[in-house]
């Protein structure tokens, strides 16, 4: 069975400062992918990144930034200096690529308000 | 490029009543899902289909029914609502091989209200 929990339900931080979203992931398939997906006040769903289990590379891109970490079983994504339009809702996801079995678990969520 | 289209956006309905929520995609996409999203609970997946003439069910697939009966079009059909029912239904779809694979593009939701 595939779980991943988002223990951050909601974080509210000023402007300009730093947040992270954690995400914990459960799974036993060697070989799996994770996601990143954000949902403005607007309410469609944007993907933001994809990982795969083999790639434990951190990513960085503009202002966010994401740290997988296998040894912990966690996905964490990281705002530096934080702005209104990031105010969302933001989900991450796990999925294993066996065909045949191809479903996305998603986490409850984190609700993050930037507060100008 | 239309992407996923779902439709209607919005629907009322009465306990017992029965609907079909519309989704279509022109990537051809072999795999399309739907989910329904609940306060508190995520996005839990209804059912899924990898191609056509092929679907499965999700995690909470009571209560409807999945056809798939071109790459295309993937309807959602609630057979007798509930108010339990009540809730947004977000269709997705994906690549199954290659770069794209496994990344979901979704449609604009259905936000459903079962009277």
């Known amino acids: 069975a595939q779980k991943v929990t988002q223990a951050q339900t909601e974080i509210s931080v000023v402007e300009k400062e730093d947040v992270t979203l954690d995400c914990v992931y459960e799974t036993r398939d060697t070989t799996y992918y994770l996601f990143w997906y954000k949902q403005p006040p607007s309410g469609e769903l944007v993907f933001l990144i994809r990982r795969n289990s083999f790639d434990e590379q951190n990513e960085i891109s503009g202002r966010y930034s994401w740290n997988f970490q296998k040894s912990t079983s966690s996905f964490n994504f990281t705002i530096t200096a934080s702005q209104v339009v990031d105010s969302a809702v933001y989900f991450c996801a796990l999925r294993s690529p066996n065909f045949g079995n191809e479903k996305l678990t998603f986490g409850t969520g984190t609700r993050l308000t930037i507060i100008p | 490029n239309a992407g996923v289209t779902q439709t209607p956006k919005f629907q009322v309905l009465k306990t017992g009543q029965s609907m079909t929520l519309q989704c279509a995609q022109d990537m051809n996409h072999e795999y399309m899902s739907w989910y329904r999203q609940d306060p508190g609970m995520g996005l839990r997946l209804i059912h899924y289909?990898?191609?056509?003439?092929?679907?499965d069910q999700g995690e909470v697939p009571n209560g409807y029914n999945v056809s798939r009966s071109t790459t295309e079009d993937f309807p959602l059909r609630l057979l007798s609502a509930a108010p339990s029912q009540t809730s947004v239904y977000f269709c997705a779809s994906s690549y199954s091989r290659g770069a794209g694979a496994n990344v979901l593009t979704f449609g604009a939701g259905s936000r459903l209200t079962v009277l």
């Open positions: 289909s990898v191609g056509a003439g092929i679907t």
